[in-house]
Structure formats: C-alpha cells, structure tokens
C-alpha cells in the first residue's frame, strides 16, 4: 500500500524552529536528514558541497571589494591606449564568471544530492510521487523539501498502529507500549 508525505510541501511552518534552522542553515537539516536515512555519505557531500558553494560566494565578494577599492584609490599610469586597464578588467572578469559558474555547477550538486535523498526516502517509507516531481521540488523548493522530509521522519518516530482492541505506539528506538482503549 503507498502512503502519503505527513506533511506537504509548505507544511514546514507545523515545526517552526527547524523551519528556521533550515532556511539559515540548511546543510544542519540535510545533515540530519541523511543520516537517519542511512545516507551518510549523501549528507556529507551536501554538507562539503554547500561550504564550497558559500566560500566561493565570499572570496568573490571580497575579490570584488578589493578591485574596486583599489582601481580607485590608485592613480591610472596605464599608457594612451589603455592596454593596463582592458588587461586589468579582463582579469577581474575572468575571476568573477568563473567563480559564479563554479559556484552555480555547486549549488546544482546540492539539488542533485538532495533530489537523490528525497527519491530515496520516497522508497524506503513507500511514498507516492515520481522522480521528475523529486527532482522539481528538490530545484525549486529545496528548504521546504528539507523540511517536509524532517517532518515526516519525526512523524514516523511515534507510528501508532490501531487493533480492534488495543492501540500500540511504536517509537522510533523501537519501545512498544500498548494502550488499552476504554
């Protein structure tokens, strides 16, 4: 029998502090995520993927501040022809695109690792869905898929399992207790 995701999509306000912590810092639910759906070395690649992207983005910024800063502090004592300039701008803009590209080719690594953790964890708790709606969601929703997948893992943590004459809640250490019903 297939089952549903707990939660929707924007369902990720019903836990506000991860919600939270996901926006600011996503690689900490990604992390979390992985790990508790044995995908350990999935988790790190995003975790080490998402650094790379962010201390690209700084070093670009700062090579950024630093040229224009300088470029305007010095005097120009290029020639006539302004050879020093083009060669100083090319420079500048060689370093820039090809930053922002290496930054872009992470951040699209990023959505691959998490497209693979969502697909995967649509398989192992029987969830419906399709590849091409993982792979959707994990390019334009990448915080919220994290955090439905938190909250679903969370809600899987207490499983409750109806009989005709008991209820058993099943945590996810695996402790069973049974509640009479009355």
């Given at each position: 029998?297939?089952?549903?995701?707990?939660?929707?999509?924007?369902?990720?306000?019903?836990?506000?502090?991860?919600?939270?912590?996901?926006?600011?810092?996503?690689?900490?639910?990604?992390?979390?995520?992985?790990?508790?759906?044995g995908?350990?070395?999935?988790?790190?690649?995003?975790?080490?993927?998402y650094?790379?992207?962010?201390i690209?983005?700084?070093?670009?910024?700062a090579?950024?501040?630093?040229?224009?800063?300088?470029?305007?502090?010095?005097?120009?004592?290029?020639?006539?022809?302004?050879?020093?300039?083009?060669?100083t701008?090319?420079?500048?803009?060689?370093?820039?695109?090809?930053?922002?590209?290496?930054?872009?080719?992470?951040?699209?690594?990023?959505?691959?690792?998490?497209?693979?953790m969502?697909?995967?964890?649509?398989?192992?708790?029987?969830?419906?869905?399709?590849?091409?709606?993982?792979?959707?969601?994990?390019?334009?929703?990448?915080?919220?898929?994290?955090?439905?997948?938190?909250?679903?893992?969370?809600?899987?943590?207490?499983?409750?399992?109806?009989t005709?004459?008991?209820?058993?809640?099943?945590?996810?250490?695996?402790?069973?207790?049974?509640?009479?019903?009355?």
């Open positions: 029998m297939a089952n549903k995701w707990t939660h929707g999509i924007c369902g990720c306000t019903r836990d506000v502090p991860w919600c939270l912590i996901t926006c600011c810092f996503p690689f900490v639910t990604s992390f979390k995520v992985g790990m508790r759906l995908l350990r070395s999935f988790a790190i690649m995003y975790l080490i993927f650094f790379l992207h962010w690209l983005r700084i070093t670009g910024f090579f950024n501040t630093l040229f224009w800063e300088t470029s305007i502090s010095e005097p120009d004592y290029d020639d006539d022809d302004g050879y020093n300039k083009v060669i701008m090319y420079k500048y803009l060689l370093y820039t695109c090809a930053a922002e590209f290496l930054a872009a080719l992470i951040s699209l690594a990023c959505v691959g690792i998490l497209w693979n969502r697909v995967a964890m649509r398989s192992q708790y029987n969830i419906t869905g399709d590849k091409c709606e993982d792979c959707v969601m994990a390019l334009c929703c990448g915080t919220c898929v994290l955090c439905q997948m938190h909250n679903h893992l969370n809600a899987q943590d207490h499983t409750v399992i109806l005709s004459a008991n209820s058993a809640v099943i945590s996810r250490t695996g402790a069973l207790k049974v509640c009479p019903n009355e």
